[in-house]
């Protein structure tokens, strides 16, 4: 039996134990939780996502979101940690967010929510390591010809986020509801195939659903590098968000996980609340969208902000707001230190592997 993880390595980057944190926003995984999973030898990863919007407005959205995360950036790496940071390709300020990054050293880009082709243009020149987040075979061979073909480059490694994931997800409405999804451990083997045709070694990272010790051994038994978990972390003593957010993901119900229609045109899987169920149905509530933060978001035919929703939501105010997760999120009892959860998955992972 082995007597440890092996470790994920992404290019001269060496996470000892090979967990990445999912970036959850808006304002759940900041510069405390991210630096507790680094300080456990996983890789904590910022939500770049819904940062410094106080006070933001359109003109001054761009400057106030890069100041904030510079801010929560450096927290980490005051500490001599690893970090990531998660950007959204349909965030407005991408380009943006993506040179602060680099400005700052990140140790890893971790982009989704749209196809990063652009991504190495505003990375260029940078060590900071560039992982896409993908779903489909289609996905992979888009990014990695684009990559290759137009930056002469390939990503040090690739995740792959299964339909279980939580947040805005890379599949349609139509296929989450009628379980055509194909499932994560069928899309790790075909996407593999797809990287051996480019002759270098990308490690993969499995995303969706991991919940426990044993789904991470058999996610690295049928060939993943690593894993990325969102969901397990949020029921952290570190995860920024508040309590009563974190409280949310004790009372849910297995029945209370649903997957729903953003304004933004995607579907997402979330706890259900009176907010959702009055959103679903199409009631519009007034707002003002200050900062245009996403571009695919259509203000005047949007029914509620998403992004003032999730705002409210990790403050504690769920009258108009809710939290979005992955679909085991109802499996998660009691909130935990960042610690105790690493020691509990690395221990249950151990066992299984092959």
């Not at 380009?95 to 260029?124: H, M």
């Not at 993943?224 to 508040?242: I, K, L, P, Y």
């Not at 579907?267 to 009055?278: Q, S, W, Y």
């Amino acid at each position: 039996m082995a007597l440890e993880l092996p470790p994920l390595v992404l290019g001269d980057l060496r996470i000892r134990i090979p967990i990445i944190q999912g970036g959850m926003g808006v304002g759940v995984s900041k510069a405390s939780l991210a630096a507790a999973v680094s300080r456990e030898g996983g890789l904590g990863v910022i939500a770049s996502v819904g940062l410094g919007e106080k006070g933001c407005n359109q003109a001054n959205y761009e400057e106030l979101s890069s100041n904030a995360l510079r801010e929560e950036i450096r927290k980490v790496k005051s500490e001599g940690l690893p970090v990531g940071v998660n950007i959204m390709v349909a965030l407005s300020n991408y380009e943006s967010l993506v040179r602060t990054c680099v400005e700052e050293n990140v140790d890893v880009i971790i982009s989704g929510a749209g196809l990063p082709l652009r991504l190495p243009q505003y990375a260029k020149g940078s060590s900071t390591k560039l992982v896409p987040i993908i779903s489909s075979e289609r996905a992979a061979q888009l990014v990695l010809r684009t990559w290759l073909r137009k930056y002469d480059c390939l990503p040090e490694g690739i995740i792959i986020e299964g339909p279980k994931a939580g947040g805005h997800l890379g599949f349609s409405f139509e296929m989450l509801a009628g379980g055509t999804a194909d499932p994560l451990e069928e899309l790790i083997p075909k996407i593999r195939a797809i990287i051996k045709g480019f002759d270098r070694d990308i490690p993969i990272i499995a995303a969706g659903g991991v919940y426990t010790g044993k789904d991470i051994a058999g996610l690295l038994n049928l060939g993943a590098s690593g894993v990325q978990m969102g969901t397990r972390f949020v029921a952290t003593n570190e995860c920024d968000a508040s309590d009563a957010y974190k409280q949310e993901f004790v009372r849910a119900t297995r029945e209370d996980i649903v997957v729903i229609q953003s304004p933004v045109g995607m579907p997402a899987r979330v706890i259900n609340n009176d907010f959702v169920e009055r959103s679903q149905q199409g009631k519009k509530k007034d707002f003002i969208c200050p900062y245009k933060c996403l571009l695919s978001c259509d203000a005047e035919k949007a029914n509620y902000c998403i992004a003032g929703a999730l705002l409210k939501a990790a403050r504690g105010n769920f009258k108009n707001a809710f939290a979005m997760c992955g679909e085991n999120a109802y499996r998660i009892k009691e909130i935990v230190s960042v610690k105790a959860l690493m020691d509990e998955l690395v221990q249950g992972a151990i066992p299984y592997l092959a």
